[in-house]
């Protein structure tokens, strides 16, 4: 029996592997859509979130299936709940960045980002791409430092945000509000990504520890 | 044993209206801040989000417990799995009008809505208030046809929404890019309040007929 649950286990954790490599790789690409106005590239983005809403079911039927078949208690079913919150944060990022892409689409063929913008972005994506990378690689090794940099991270995007916004709101800003209103909300998509990033952090290594991560 | 499940179903029923209750009047609290600048009544959305989330953890305790007690299978499981979404549903929904809340806290003593944007966001919080008033009602009393015309109102929402941009992006914007993107940030808050609705009200259908709703 406990075999058997720590075989479901591993597969679970194996679906949010694909998954994390799954929601890194969107908004990877539905940056270089934002950044380069690539119209095919923004598409690739909406047409793979499918794909990701497919895992996060995939995930729910196995932990459904696992919880009906061993019948866990105390711990175990706990980490299967545990299992359900990391794949809906996973889901999450993957709709975010499906976001990213659709404001890329928008505007095409002008670009949603205005050249003085593109730095923030960039260093906001490179912020966003080191968390789903940490997230991927605790996913599948345990490593509790690791997990801890994501709140070191995510207080640097809360940086970036603020510098974005003080582009924004310089009385200089020359773009009208329409591409105010767009960086506005495309800073929240990255910093709301990254948000989602530690709580998966959080509940890693939860699953992995079964130790609780203190409330911030 | 049924009747057990029967019970601790009926209670994890009544957690998750108290959270709908809850969020509902986040929300309108939140909303009577925005529209007349009153800080206390921000202040007291953002206390009282800790209630939510303590209902939300509340939700999930006894959805274990009733796991590991129950052990449920086929449809009863998925009842309780459907419970915990609904319960993460709403928490965001509380999270929503906590943002709505700090908005108007964090432009005090100025409004953060200028006088021609109130009407829309006055009917935007009347959409909102409308579709937690059926999530509550439909979570104490089954009704496939309510919980239907919440898509209806998130149609209404969206609407309102694209009303709020036209306003936000029209060439005589008399208040400058911070205003505009405030507009355009509240719009969205009450807007993914909105979707969270008519996911949870898919959801409660689901609990209550066991028919899952066929995905839009």
């Known amino acids: 029996m406990r ?27 539905a940056t270089g859509a934002l950044l380069t106005a690539d119209i095919e ?3 690739a983005v909406m047409d793979r979130d499918a794909g990701v809403d497919a895992l996060y079911a995939q995930v729910e039927g196995k932990v459904a299936d696992t919880i009906a078949r061993q019948a866990p208690v105390a ?3 706990r980490m299967m709940i545990t299992a359900l919150h990391i794949s ?12 990213v892409a659709k404001t890329a689409l928008r505007r095409h063929p002008s670009p949603a980002v205005p050249a003085e913008l593109r730095p923030v972005f960039q260093q906001m994506a490179e912020t966003a791409d080191r968390m789903a990378d940490k997230i991927t690689t605790i996913l599948a090794r345990p490593d509790a430092e690791l997990a801890a940099q994501l709140e070191k991270d995510d207080d640097a995007m809360d940086d970036l945000e603020r510098d974005l916004f003080k582009v924004l709101l310089d009385d200089d800003w020359p773009y009208g509000a329409e591409t105010a209103i767009d960086g506005a909300l495309l800073g929240r998509f990255y910093e709301r990504y990254a948000d989602h990033a530690v709580n998966a952090g959080d509940q890693i290594v939860y699953l992995i520890t079964g130790e609780p991560v203190v409330d911030r």
């Open 88 to 99: 809906a944060d996973l889901e999450r990022m993957g709709d975010l960045a499906e976001h």
């Open 75 to 77: 711990s175990d079913l």
């Open 41 to 43: 590239a923004a598409r």
């Open 3 to 29: 075999e058997e649950f720590q075989a479901d286990l591993s597969e679970v954790g194996r679906l949010l592997i694909t998954m994390a490599e799954a929601v890194r790789a969107a908004m990877r690409t």
